[in-house]
């Protein structure tokens, strides 16, 4: 079993930050690249950002220059700092993860349940 377990959201005024992490768990051989998305009710989901096993890294357009993706593989744990927040960046942001886990062997893309993040203006 795998498992993704996000935290670090919470309640923040437009232009402060939060750090949010995303721990992945279990059986797992190696990870190919993990990554935020965002939900917001009445909206689709959306990507926040990518990055890979290599530290290549892809972000959505609306959030370049204000997040940050970061990843440490030995602990399997993808990082999101997001600065200068804005009352439209409020959504649950989930991580997920592109990965093999082990026994037995096979592909996956896994996701977490969530972490709530509210920007008041």
């Known amino acids: 079993q795998v498992q993704l377990v996000e935290s670090g959201g919470g309640l923040v005024q437009a232009g402060g930050s939060l750090k949010l992490s995303c721990t992945a768990s279990?059986?797992?051989?190696?990870?190919?690249?993990m990554g935020w998305f965002r939900q917001a009710p009445g909206r689709q989901r959306e990507l926040v950002a990518t990055?890979?096993?290599?530290?290549?890294?892809v972000y959505g357009d609306y959030v370049k220059d204000r997040f940050t993706i970061s990843m440490n593989a030995a602990k399997n744990t993808v990082y999101l700092q997001m600065n200068s927040l804005k009352p439209d960046d409020t959504a649950t942001y989930l991580c997920?993860?592109?990965?093999?886990?082990?026994?037995?062997?096979?592909?996956?893309?896994?996701w977490g349940r969530g972490t709530q993040v509210t920007v008041s203006s």
């Open positions: 997920n993860a592109d990965l093999w886990a082990s026994d037995p062997r096979r592909w996956g893309l896994y």
């Open positions: 990055i890979t096993g290599a530290q290549d890294t």
């Open positions: 279990g059986s797992i051989s190696s990870i190919n690249k």
